[in-house]
Structure formats: C-alpha cells, structure tokens
C-alpha cells in the first residue's frame, strides 16, 4: 500500500512490541521497518539501467519473507548494539529489537498482498504474485483512523492503559475494515459473475478489484478468445450489477516471442494487457488491471507506459500516472461512487 500506510502499520508494530520500555521511540523504528521494503524503488535503479527491469523489481525480493527474516535478525542485532549502552543498557534484549523490525517488515509485505499490484511473497523460491485485489493501494477508510489512533497514544506516558487502548483500537479498527474488504471482494466477485453471464459473454477468466482511494466504486476485465472486456460497478448503483460493458480488442503488435522484455511485462500484467506500435521503435503498453481514463480507448489505461527498441531490448520512460488534472479525475471518480 502506500507509504504513509505502510509507516503507520510499522509504528503501530513498534509499539506492540517496546512501546512500554522505550516509548515513543518504538514508533520511529517501527514506522523505519515498515519503510524499508519500498526502497527496493531506489536500490532497483542502483542495480539496473532498464526502466522495466526497475519496475519489475519493485515488490520482488525485498518484499519476499525470506527478506523479512534476514532483514529483522540484521537491523534488530544492529540497532541492539547501538541502543544498549549507558543509561539504556539492559532496558531490551536482541530478541526485542529483532522481533520489532520483524513485525514490521513483515506486516508491510502481508498488508500489500491485499492490493492488486501483487508481491512476490515466496521470492526467490517462485516468483508467483500473491495479490488479492481487495484494497486499493491507497485506502483513507483504512489508514485515516488508524493513523488518529497512532498520533493520539504518543501524548499517553509509556506504561498508560489509555496508550495501549488507543494502539488496540488503531489495529482492531483498521483489521475490521481489511475483513470488511475481503468480504466486499467475494461480494463483488459474485455480482460480476451474474453480470456476464446476463452479457452472454461466455469467458476464460476475470478479474475485479477497487477503484483508488475507496472500497465502494469497482472496476472489472475478463478475458474471452479475442478480447477483453471491462465494466464498472458502486455499491451506490441502483441495480446490483456491472455495467458500461466495453470490449477492448486483444492488441498484441509485439509479441511475448519478440521480446523476453514482453513475456515479463505480460506477466507482470497477469496476461492483462495491450501493446500499440506508434512507430518504427516506439510501443505504447497498456496494463488492462487498471480502468480507462477513456472507456473507448484502450490506450487510456492509467497504468500506460511508453516502450522503446534499444540495444536489441526494450526500455521505457519512467513511469507516471496517466492524467494531467488531478482535481478532474477525483470528480469523475466521486461520482461514479455516488452511483447510477
């Protein structure tokens, strides 16, 4: 999920585990494990020149709990070396430190096996993408009040009931909110099944997941021979069902054989995805997980990426979010959730 997400779920780990020997200090190593997967971001581009290499690396390894295990007993006998001296000498052990960074390391890589982005959870072992599709990877409902909660128990003493209250009420509210998700998901899950099969639009495999920011506007693709078909659904909507049903031709000008670059994207996509030629050395792919700015052009896609031909592989420009006014597509969003 998103970092600030990610810091609040790490501090709260924090917390659980020394909050009542080192205090608020806990947050910050807590709020500090729960960060350290996201810089795969920026060791990927150490390691890598290619754009799409970076990217793929992006909730590989380091979010792997084989990382989780290696990276705690690391950071934990580090920071244990440092802390315990002088007047903090015998105040925590190693097995606290490395217990905190453990939890926090570990909750970050569980809580983004929720978004649809998908984490390479069993890596290096598999590189199977465990994404469950139930959150978006930025979800107010979730973070906001646990957030509250954390902000609130750091003016509590360290030993306070009313401070452990307040971390019971952050991880009970926010662990209700990610079941309610789940729940939602299978509910979804339902509602587009008897959506397509009202189409008579007969397909091999479908896919639904949250619009950004909410749980209540759901977006959906499944796949038949030729194409791919998306729709769109709220919880607000008058009629339990998917509509504004759209048919995105299978637009493949580079094929998974031409390029090993295209077989991982694909992958990296779940096999959701179009590739338009624009010229000679320049593609433009879209990943099909993720709605249309446009619903009548499939290159609209807000996980759009410009490929290029170079040194006998492909490259792209760094990524970013298709769309220019912000302020434009939160409107069109917030009414679509209000429903039809």
């Not at 780990?13 to 807590?30: D, H, P, S, T």
């Not at 996201?38 to 290619?50: E, K, R």
């Not at 295990?69 to 052990?93: E, H, P």
């Not at 906001?144 to 452990?164: A, E, G, H, Q």
């Amino acid at each position: 999920m998103d970092s600030l997400t990610q810091i609040v779920l790490g501090a709260a780990c924090g917390e659980a585990v020394l909050g009542k020997r080192i205090g608020n200090k806990a947050l910050l190593f807590g709020a500090i494990g729960g960060t350290i997967p996201d810089l795969d971001v920026y060791v990927g581009n150490l390691l890598y020149g290619n754009e799409i290499d970076v990217m793929l690396f992006h909730r590989g390894f380091m979010h792997s709990i084989l990382f989780a295990v290696l990276a705690a007993f690391i950071l934990g006998w580090g920071i244990f070396k440092l802390y315990d001296s002088g007047k903090r000498f015998g105040a925590t052990t190693k097995w606290d430190w490395i217990s905190l960074f453990f939890w926090s390391l570990f909750t970050h890589l569980i809580l983004d096996c929720f978004t649809p982005y998908g984490t390479q959870l069993f890596s290096p072992f598999s590189n199977y993408r465990v994404a469950l599709n139930n959150i978006a990877v930025a979800d107010s409902a979730y973070t906001l009040p646990f957030l509250i909660c954390m902000i609130v128990l750091m003016f509590f003493n360290r030993t306070s009931i009313k401070r452990r209250l307040c971390l019971k009420l952050g991880l009970g509210i926010s662990t209700a909110y990610l079941l309610f998700t789940i729940g939602n998901k299978l509910y979804v899950d339902l509602i587009f099944r008897k959506s397509i099969k009202e189409q008579g639009i007969e397909i091999y495999r479908f896919s639904t997941q949250p619009t950004i920011f909410n749980n209540v506007l759901w977006y959906a693709i499944a796949e038949t021979k030729d194409a791919y078909f998306v729709a769109d659904y709220s919880l607000m909507d008058r009629k339990n069902q998917f509509s504004n049903f759209r048919k995105i031709p299978k637009h493949h000008d580079l094929l998974q054989e031409e390029y090993n670059d295209i077989k991982n994207l694909a992958w990296f996509s779940n096999q959701y995805f179009s590739v338009h030629k624009i010229n000679e050395s320049e593609y433009r792919y879209n990943d099909l997980r993720y709605p249309l700015l446009d619903s009548t052009d499939s290159n609209s896609s807000v996980f759009s990426m410009l490929l290029f031909v170079e040194d006998s592989r492909l490259d792209m420009e760094p990524f970013e979010p298709k769309f220019e006014n912000i302020e434009t597509v939160l409107s069109a969003l917030w009414e679509r959730v209000k429903g039809v």
